[in-house]
């Protein structure tokens, strides 16, 4: 039940931004982690590229039930969490 009501957080805090115009293309790291190596760490040396941030979007969304092109959550999703007035006021089919 807990992690349902996270869910239904974490959608509708989704939704909220996607009705102010967000994005895919706004979901990004800070460019100095995909620009500079890491300089300590387990990481140390390591940055993102585009291609890290592709797969790791694509995973995201599929597993939170978004759409993979937009970051959109499906009617589906919202429905399962109650929020079909959501789905309703996105547009989404």
């Known amino acids: 039940e807990v992690a349902q009501v996270g869910e239904r957080v974490n959608n509708l805090a989704r939704a909220f931004n996607v009705r102010e115009g967000f994005t895919r293309a706004d979901d990004r790291f800070p460019e100095r982690l995909m620009t500079e190596p890491l300089k300590g760490g387990a990481s140390k040396g390591q940055l993102i590229t ?10 995201y969304y599929t597993v939170r039930g978004w759409n993979l092109d937009t970051g959109i959550p499906s009617r589906e999703k919202l429905v399962e969490l109650g929020l079909e007035y959501v789905a309703d006021q996105l547009g989404v089919k």
């Not at 585009?50 to 995973?59: A, G, W």
């Open 50 to 59: 585009e291609e890290d941030l592709k797969v790791m979007l694509d995973e």
